[in-house]
């Protein structure tokens, strides 16, 4: 396991500050997304697009996940159960790293607990169901640390927070924010522009 990754673990017991953009926990029904990051010098991370017909966060770019069943012993086998289904992920491939802080997401109303995790990158993932999943793909932190790709990203609501526009995809929302933690807690960021504002395109745009 690389530095990087060692500090991103001594992080991720810290209270995220309220600048953050992240949601306190209510104390309701629970989620878990899985953050799979390869084990290595410039890591991916796993993102997945979902599928248009879902009825919340259609469209957009998000972490594997999902809500905890009764046969989860805990929210971790829970993420990585949801990892399974959606792209086809073998749980014993990952580390398991730590959590991020639990945080509240209004548009499903669920308290979602961020599970960071390493693997070797070393089995192709798919869309295993594509009724929740349309695409997956493989970040580099390098890529998502560049700074002509970091912008604001301004909703309709007037909603703005950090975002990835790289190419064809627009990260936003609640996996932004917990990329741009990730980044700073293992010292991958960079200085960007934070005046620079974008428009969330249509088709990320389905809360």
């Not at 890591?43 to 919340?56: D, F, G, K, Q």
């Not at 086998?77 to 399974?84: G, H, N, Q």
């Not at 790293?97 to 209004?106: D, F, N, Q, S």
């Not at 960071?116 to 695409?135: K, N, T, Y």
Request: glycine letters at 10%; aromatic letters at 6%; charged letters at 20%.
């Amino acid at each position: 396991m690389n530095e990087a990754f060692a500090q991103l673990v001594r992080g991720l017991g810290t209270t995220l500050p309220d600048s953050s953009g992240i949601r306190r926990p209510r104390g309701g029904r629970r989620a878990g997304v899985l953050m799979l990051f390869t084990d290595e010098a410039d890591p991916s991370v796993t993102v997945i697009e979902r599928a248009t017909s879902l009825r919340t966060h259609a469209g957009q770019i998000a972490l594997p996940g999902g809500a905890m069943e009764v046969g989860d012993a805990t929210i971790v086998d829970a993420a990585l159960r949801e990892a399974e289904e959606e792209v086809g992920l073998q749980p014993s491939r990952v580390q398991v790293l730590g959590e991020l802080p639990v945080a509240w997401v209004p548009a499903s109303n669920y308290d979602v607990t961020p599970v960071v995790g390493i693997w070797d990158g070393g089995q192709e993932l798919w869309p295993a169901d594509p009724g929740e999943v349309s695409a997956v793909h493989s970040l580099r932190v390098s890529a998502l640390a560049d700074p002509s790709v970091r912008v604001l990203g301004q909703h309709p609501s007037g909603y703005r927070g950090p975002a990835f526009a790289m190419g064809e995809l627009f990260i936003w929302g609640f996996t932004a924010h917990l990329l741009d933690e990730s980044l700073d807690l293992a010292g991958w960021s960079r200085p960007w522009d934070r005046s620079h504002v974008q428009q969330v395109p249509a088709r990320f745009l389905r809360d």
